[in-house]
């Protein structure tokens, strides 16, 4: 088994492609199969090791953040950072019920010292009582009810703790299908003292992404028993699902190497971009952040194109990414920011792992927007050059226009520029503006500026102008504030408290990283909270 770059041919965009085959820095293929899986299976061990060592000592640490000793963790991951720091992410239970929103991220040093610890309601969490006076049928029926699905895969009793007082809830999880095609799987709360319905929460995160979109490009491939296949040596894979809507496709294999033609004519094309997007996508997390993938275990992820018939969106289902082939068929969902934005759910959703609903969702899109977009400044394609644009490939709205403006988000006629309290009832793609504002302002500034050749006009919500600090730092300042500081019910307020503290813990106090970070939050009227660049 080999490895070889690969070259795309995208007809009617390849006039300014000049990417060389087999240079590009792209993805350093090693000459053979088991030498290339060894670094992935060692950092799967390695993933699972310390995951392991902190769920061995998840009591003591329990204890040494003061919980009850009815209340047990359970490690959900472990990030080390640069400065060989662990954040543990644990879920919680009470009495054996897995309490929803009590999910906590404590720093420990490698010894297990406790150094600092976020939790997302509160460190207490308490119910009176813990069995149910409403039934699970009668749950089940109330969930029905309320998401028109039938086909339920669990029903669970929890704590629901994710806003007001605590209290036993059923959970009841449903799979069914949204208007537009989107698979839908939907995790709805019952009170299981009252039959109130609490709450119904979609699981599936969509981005509406499309390319015949980056000219030519260099893609790892493997050459495997006489065929190449579209796959690189992470697993980042992509397969032709041919219209169906579920199963795992059929993997893109070919004879030569040279695929698609840059159009819908050829049905290779659309893999052609998912897999750039999925390499790209990975080298951008392990180059710039220092993340060995979505998982952070050194695996890549499936994509699958050619999805349903006319499907206008792309989606992350918590596996593996899923791309229509957009109206008629005719502009597939595949360009690179969507395919970063659409990955980037998956490691949110394994990080910080923010509810795709109120303030929280919106700042799981903007996240999402924020690093398709670095990776699309990552991937430096000169025929899609780095913009603050999301989609501005794709043509979704039909009329050239992107879906989505980060310099000055209301530009799209839905999203705001600023922060308000009432932000969180808003679709999470329009709650994302203020966030994603804020991104633009913390790299670039305010005002007018042009960066690739493309024109922005960044205004601020408190008309303070605001200096930029580069887009690398803000980046990095965003990922260290999701993986770090962030839980599954954080909005705005809290985003702002960990982008704080994570600019001083990178850059340190009165940094001018963190003063971009400071006061891009002010220039998006997120109100000031216990921490600043000088204290
Ligand atoms: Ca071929
Ligand atoms: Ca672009
Ligand atoms: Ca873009
Ligand atoms: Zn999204």
């Given at each position: 088994?080999?490895?070889?770059?690969?070259?795309?041919?995208?007809?009617?965009?390849?006039?300014?492609?000049?990417?060389?085959?087999?240079?590009?820095?792209?993805?350093?293929?090693?000459?053979?199969?088991?030498?290339?899986?060894?670094?992935?299976?060692?950092?799967?061990?390695?993933?699972?090791?310390?995951?392991?060592?902190?769920?061995?000592?998840a009591?003591?640490?329990g204890?040494?953040l003061?919980l009850g000793?009815s209340e047990s963790l359970t490690v959900r991951?472990?990030?080390?950072?640069?400065?060989?720091?662990?954040?543990?992410r644990y879920e919680r239970s009470l009495?054996?019920l897995r309490v929803v929103g009590g999910d906590l991220?404590?720093?420990?040093?490698?010894?297990?010292?406790?150094?600092?610890?976020?939790y997302n309601r509160a460190k207490d969490i308490?119910?009176?009582?813990?069995?149910?006076?409403?039934?699970?049928?009668?749950?089940?029926?109330?969930?029905?009810?309320?998401?028109?699905?039938?086909?339920?895969?669990?029903?669970?009793?929890v704590v629901?703790a994710?806003?007001?007082?605590p209290?036993?809830?059923?959970?009841?999880?449903?799979?069914?299908?949204?208007?537009?095609?989107?698979?839908?799987?939907?995790?709805?709360?019952?009170?299981?003292?009252?039959?109130?319905?609490?709450?119904?929460?979609?699981?599936?995160?969509?981005?509406?992404?499309?390319?015949?979109?980056?000219?030519?490009?260099?893609?790892?491939?493997?050459?495997?028993?006489?065929?190449?296949?579209?796959?690189?040596?992470?697993?980042?894979?992509?397969?032709?699902?041919?219209?169906?809507?579920?199963?795992?496709?059929?993997?893109?294999?070919?004879?030569?190497?040279?695929?698609?033609?840059?159009?819908?004519?050829?049905?290779?094309?659309?893999?052609?971009?998912?897999?750039?997007?999925?390499?790209?996508?990975?080298?951008?997390?392990?180059?710039?952040?220092?993340?060995?993938?979505?998982?952070?275990?050194?695996?890549?992820?499936?994509?699958?194109?050619?999805?349903?018939?006319?499907?206008?969106?792309?989606?992350?289902?918590?596996?593996?990414?899923?791309?229509?082939?957009?109206?008629?068929?005719?502009?597939?969902?595949?360009?690179?920011?969507?395919?970063?934005?659409?990955?980037?759910?998956?490691?949110?959703?394994?990080?910080?792992?923010?509810?795709?609903?109120?303030?929280?969702?919106?700042?799981?899109?903007?996240?999402?927007?924020?690093?398709?977009?670095?990776?699309?400044?990552?991937?430096?394609?000169?025929?899609?050059?780095?913009?603050?644009?999301?989609?501005?490939?794709?043509?979704?709205?039909?009329?050239?226009?992107?879906?989505?403006?980060?310099?000055?988000?209301?530009?799209?006629?839905?999203?705001?520029?600023?922060?308000?309290?009432?932000?969180?009832?808003?679709?999470?793609?329009?709650?994302?503006?203020?966030?994603?504002?804020?991104?633009?302002?913390?790299?670039?500034?305010?005002?007018?500026?042009?960066?690739?050749?493309?024109?922005?006009?960044?205004?601020?919500?408190?008309?303070?102008?605001?200096?930029?600090?580069?887009?690398?730092?803000?980046?990095?300042?965003?990922?260290?504030?999701?993986?770090?500081?962030?839980?599954?019910?954080?909005?705005?307020?809290?985003?702002?408290?960990?982008?704080?503290?994570?600019?001083?813990?990178?850059?340190?106090?009165?940094?001018?990283?963190?003063?971009?970070?400071?006061?891009?939050?002010?220039?998006?009227?997120?109100?000031?909270?216990?921490?600043?660049?000088?204290?």
């Amino acid at each position: 088994m080999s490895f070889r770059p690969a070259v795309a041919v995208a007809g009617a965009l390849t006039a300014c492609a000049a990417l060389a085959m087999g240079s590009a820095g792209a993805i350093a293929a090693p000459a053979a199969g088991p030498a290339g899986a060894a670094p992935a299976a060692a950092a799967v061990a390695a993933a699972d090791g310390l995951r392991g060592q902190e769920q061995a000592r998840a009591a003591a640490t329990g204890r040494a953040l003061g919980l009850g000793s009815s209340e047990s963790l359970t490690v959900r991951s472990v990030l080390v950072d640069e400065f060989g720091q662990r954040h543990v992410r644990y879920e919680r239970s009470l009495d054996g019920l897995r309490v929803v929103g009590g999910d906590l991220v404590a720093a420990l040093t490698s010894a297990g010292a406790v150094t600092d610890v976020h939790y997302n309601r509160a460190k207490d969490i308490a119910v009176a009582r813990r069995s149910a006076d409403v039934s699970a049928g009668a749950a089940r029926a109330t969930a029905a009810a309320a998401t028109g699905q039938r086909g339920q895969s669990a029903t669970e009793l929890v704590v629901y703790a994710v806003e007001g007082t605590p209290r036993l809830a059923w959970e009841v999880r449903t799979d069914g299908i949204q208007a537009d095609q989107t698979p839908s799987r939907r995790a709805t709360y019952v009170d299981a003292s009252t039959g109130e319905l609490i709450e119904s929460i979609e699981q599936i995160v969509t981005g509406t992404g499309n390319s015949q979109y980056s000219g030519t490009v260099t893609l790892a491939t493997i050459s495997s028993g006489g065929v190449f296949q579209l796959k690189d040596a992470h697993g980042n894979y992509a397969t032709d699902l041919n219209g169906a809507t579920s199963g795992t496709g059929t993997l893109f294999t070919d004879a030569d190497d040279v695929w698609g033609n840059g159009s819908t004519s050829n049905r290779q094309t659309a893999g052609v971009d998912a897999e750039y997007g999925a390499e790209q996508t990975y080298a951008f997390y392990a180059t710039v952040l220092g993340r060995a993938g979505i998982w952070n275990n050194g695996t890549g992820a499936r994509s699958r194109v050619h999805y349903g018939n006319g499907y206008n969106n792309a989606f992350w289902d918590g596996t593996q990414m899923t791309y229509g082939d957009g109206t008629g068929n005719a502009k597939p969902l595949t360009s690179i920011d969507v395919a970063g934005h659409e990955m980037s759910h998956g490691v949110t959703s394994n990080t910080a792992n923010l509810a795709y609903r109120k303030e929280s969702g919106g700042l799981n899109e903007a996240t999402s927007d924020i690093f398709g977009t670095a990776v699309e400044f990552f991937a430096a394609n000169s025929v899609d050059v780095g913009d603050y644009f999301i989609g501005e490939k794709i043509d979704l709205r039909g009329n050239g226009t992107p879906l989505r403006y980060m310099d000055q988000p209301s530009k799209d006629g839905s999203s705001p520029n600023c922060y308000s309290s009432t932000v969180g009832r808003l679709d999470v793609h329009y709650s994302s503006g203020p966030l994603n504002h804020w991104f633009f302002l913390a790299s670039e500034g305010s005002g007018a500026r042009t960066v690739n050749g493309v024109a922005y006009n960044s205004p601020t919500c408190n008309g303070v102008a605001v200096t930029g600090a580069g887009r690398d730092a803000a980046t990095k300042i965003w990922y260290r504030t999701l993986t770090t500081k962030l839980t599954s019910s954080s909005g705005y307020a809290a985003a702002r408290e960990g982008a704080i503290r994570s600019a001083k813990e990178l850059y340190g106090q009165n940094s001018a990283q963190c003063l971009a970070t400071e006061s891009a939050f002010s220039a998006i009227s997120v109100p000031k909270g216990t921490q600043t660049c000088a204290n």
